[in-house]
């Protein structure tokens, strides 16, 4: 590890530590920050009132128990028009199920009121319900003839036939028109079909080329970790045009206004998604995002209000429910064997980073790790065999890097002679000597940052893919009872100012033992290649240290198996470290070498050549300032 790489990675420390610092509240600030969340939380509650209160409106019965059939239709009449036959009617609820998901339909408003996934539990060990009763809201508002808006959420639909997969909703309007909702669960699929027919509605509505649709959806808490996983639960939404993904802010409320076609809008809770997907586009929306508070049993509240295009009174719209996991297989699946243009991409769904990170994960991690997982069961020797094959991946590189700073640790002795030779006020003088003695050894300064760097993608990808893995979820290895939550071993409930708020409220272990074994490396890896110039600093020494404590305070909250991927990464990294340093490495013969290419002519490079010509022209000016200081004081 040579001067410039220290240097870089302290200086990172410090304004990591100097970022935290500078943005931890101050006691006035905390203060005014309660007072601010006591204000909301009042404002919530009488929210809350005031929307029971309208709720309990809208429950209102519309007829009396003593009313007469020709009295209900009378008041139907007067309040829906053409529409009053829907008004009337008992709600009735359709299951339909398959092996992997049980879908939940009511003819009030002909609308999915609750999802089960099978496979999958909640953190308290329960069927994982995605969304129940009350939990979502979606509705088509209908613009009639006689300047009603109406909404198909307010409408009791009848069920005109169904099988064990399909069910039709049918709306009447007068004169036998209707409107149907039409959907279709297929086998082993988290897919519905959704379908919306209009039957001679041309005189009933009116002309207009698209319809507002509403959806509101509670995000309720699914994993232990409420935190981390309120952090990967947002709104997406695909650009048709534009082929590429958007989505909302995870970590504050936000409404956005879209203008652009979409193809699809998510709603994403970590783990899982519901999500719209429209066969042709939808035309615009309005997206909005909002935070609930911490001691809610929802995460998030998501509203969507969507132009979807409208061909006329006797038209169809075909759209798609996903209620499903985000699994990358999973999702890929549904654009195999469609052409490029009707691909939906719902892969996006699944934070995998960016660019170059985002396409390691796709083409080596995920295979790799899906390849390991089809013959083994165990998660963490997945994770285990799936660390060694990347570093051996990697080797080269960490070799490489090692060799260039080997090659500096022997040249110590030259640089210290130099640095004896050429006083320290003359520093241009001094860097123009060593790179000299670098030029001739044939020895590359930045040979050790390089490889380094190149490795960066590797480790930030898999950042990124193991706490968005849903395979390691409910995973257990070890200790640890869920590889993509943290591995407490120590919990506390009272909130301790600045820890609560950074740390958490608890100590994972895999993560303590991944800062440990980081020390270690770092002690181990200093003194394994040590060029001396940690002696003239022995501040960045110490300063060394303190980048595992501040990982430790990152990575607390993290999924257990990412704390464990690094865990073993630095172990391997230690053992490969000591393997070149004994088998690999012999300093006498590098020094031998070294020194018979110092005997020989050796052309500079042009990066090199650069460097000097730039050196030359520091001392230059330096002369020049030096003589004119000269002259002014005489």
């Known amino acids: 590890m040579d001067k410039n790489t220290i240097t870089g990675l302290v200086l990172i420390g410090l304004v990591l530590i100097g970022f935290s610092w500078y943005n931890s509240p101050t006691q006035e600030q905390i203060e005014e920050r309660k007072r601010y969340y006591d204000s909301i939380q009042s404002a919530q509650i009488e929210q809350k009132a005031a929307l029971e209160a309208e709720q309990a409106e809208l429950n209102k019965p519309l007829f009396e128990t003593s009313d007469t059939d020709s009295a209900k239709m009378a008041k139907a009449i007067y309040m829906y028009g053409d529409?009053?036959?829907?008004?009337?009617?008992?709600?009735?609820?359709?299951?339909?199920?398959?092996?992997?998901?049980?879908?939940?339909?009511?003819?009030?408003?002909?609308?999915?009121?609750?999802?089960?996934?099978?496979?999958?539990?909640?953190?308290?060990?329960?069927?994982?319900?995605?969304?129940?009763?009350?939990?979502?809201?979606?509705?088509?508002?209908?613009?009639?003839?006689?300047?009603?808006?109406?909404?198909?959420?307010?409408?009791?639909?009848?069920?005109?036939?169904?099988?064990?997969?399909?069910?039709?909703?049918?709306?009447?309007?007068?004169?036998?028109?209707?409107?149907?909702?039409?959907?279709?669960?297929?086998?082993?699929?988290?897919?519905?079909?959704?379908?919306?027919?209009?039957?001679?509605?041309?005189?009933?509505?009116?002309?207009?080329?698209?319809?507002?649709?509403?959806?509101?959806?509670?995000?309720?808490?699914?994993?232990?970790?409420?935190?981390?996983?309120?952090?990967?639960?947002?709104?997406?939404?695909?650009?048709?045009?534009?082929?590429?993904?958007?989505?909302?802010?995870?970590?504050?409320?936000?409404?956005?206004?879209?203008?652009?076609?979409?193809?699809?809008?998510?709603?994403?809770?970590?783990?899982?998604?519901?999500?719209?997907?429209?066969?042709?586009?939808?035309?615009?929306?309005?997206?909005?995002?909002?935070?609930?508070?911490?001691?809610?049993?929802?995460?998030?509240?998501?509203?969507?209000?969507?132009?979807?295009?409208?061909?006329?009174?006797?038209?169809?719209?075909?759209?798609?429910?996903?209620?499903?996991?985000?699994?990358?297989?999973?999702?890929?699946?549904?654009?195999?064997?469609?052409?490029?243009?009707?691909?939906?991409?719902?892969?996006?769904?699944?934070?995998?980073?960016?660019?170059?990170?985002?396409?390691?994960?796709?083409?080596?991690?995920?295979?790799?790790?899906?390849?390991?997982?089809?013959?083994?069961?165990?998660?963490?020797?997945?994770?285990?065999?799936?660390?060694?094959?990347?570093?051996?991946?990697?080797?080269?590189?960490?070799?490489?890097?090692?060799?260039?700073?080997?090659?500096?640790?022997?040249?110590?002795?030259?640089?210290?002679?130099?640095?004896?030779?050429?006083?320290?006020?003359?520093?241009?003088?001094?860097?123009?000597?060593?790179?000299?003695?670098?030029?001739?050894?044939?020895?590359?300064?930045m040979g050790g940052c390089l490889p380094m760097l190149l490795q960066m993608p590797f480790l930030i990808a898999l950042f990124y893919f193991f706490p968005t893995a849903i395979e390691l979820r409910g995973e257990s290895f070890l200790w640890a009872d869920d590889l993509s939550s943290y591995d407490a071993i120590v919990s506390w409930n009272a909130h301790i100012p600045f820890i609560s708020n950074t740390f958490g409220n608890h100590i994972s272990l895999f993560c303590l033992l991944m800062t440990i074994t980081n020390i270690i490396y770092t002690k181990v890896n200093m003194s394994m290649t040590d060029t001396g110039q940690m002696n003239q600093m022995p501040f960045m020494k110490y300063m060394m240290y303190f980048m595992p404590l501040m990982f430790l305070f990152i990575f607390n909250d993290y999924a257990s198996g990412l704390s464990y991927y690094y865990f073993v990464s630095l172990l391997i990294t230690i053992l490969q470290t000591y393997i070149i340093r004994k088998f690999f490495v012999d300093e006498e013969k590098l020094l031998a070498q070294i020194k018979e290419k110092q005997k020989q002519p050796r052309s500079k490079s042009s990066w090199l050549s650069r460097l000097e010509e730039m050196q030359k022209q520091q001392m230059e000016m330096q002369k020049q300032m030096q003589e004119q200081n000269k002259q002014n004081k005489k």
Do not use: C
């Open 83 to 445: 529409f009053a036959e829907g008004a009337l009617g008992d709600v009735q609820n359709v299951v339909l199920e398959n092996n992997v998901a049980k879908v939940t339909f009511s003819s009030k408003g002909a609308v999915v009121e609750s999802v089960v996934l099978k496979d999958y539990q909640n953190y308290k060990k329960e069927p994982l319900t995605l969304f129940e009763k009350g939990d979502s809201w979606f509705s088509i508002e209908l613009p009639t003839n006689s300047n009603r808006s109406l909404q198909t959420a307010d409408m009791n639909f009848k069920i005109a036939a169904k099988t064990d997969s399909s069910v039709v909703f049918s709306l009447p309007v007068a004169d036998g028109r209707s409107l149907d909702f039409i959907y279709v669960l297929h086998s082993d699929d988290y897919m519905v079909d959704f379908d919306v027919k209009s039957n001679g509605l041309s005189d009933v509505l009116q002309p207009v080329d698209k319809l507002k649709s509403y959806w509101k959806y509670k995000v309720r808490q699914q994993e232990k970790g409420r935190k981390f996983e309120n952090r990967y639960s947002q709104i997406y939404y695909y650009l048709a045009e534009d082929e590429d993904y958007e989505y909302l802010s995870e970590t504050s409320s936000e409404t956005e206004e879209v203008s652009e076609k979409m193809r699809w809008i998510a709603f994403i809770f970590y783990f899982f998604s519901s999500v719209f997907i429209a066969d042709k586009s939808i035309k615009s929306a309005t997206l909005s995002s909002e935070l609930e508070p911490e001691d809610s049993e929802y995460l998030k509240s998501y509203s969507s209000v969507m132009e979807l295009p409208y061909d006329g009174g006797n038209s169809e719209m075909n759209f798609r429910l996903f209620f499903g996991p985000n699994k990358y297989s999973l999702l890929k699946k549904y654009d195999k064997g469609v052409d490029s243009e009707d691909e939906l991409n719902l892969q996006y769904l699944i934070p995998l980073g960016i660019s170059l990170v985002s396409w390691i994960n796709k083409l080596i991690t995920i295979p790799l790790f899906n390849f390991l997982g089809s013959f083994i069961s165990n998660y963490g020797i997945i994770i285990l065999l799936l660390t060694i094959v990347i570093k051996l991946l990697i080797f080269p590189l960490t070799y490489k890097s090692y060799m260039s700073t080997a090659k500096m640790k022997v040249l110590r002795p030259q640089i210290e002679e130099i640095n004896q030779r050429i006083p320290q006020d003359r520093p241009t003088e001094r860097s123009q000597a060593t790179m000299e003695l670098y030029s001739k050894a044939g020895v590359n300064p």
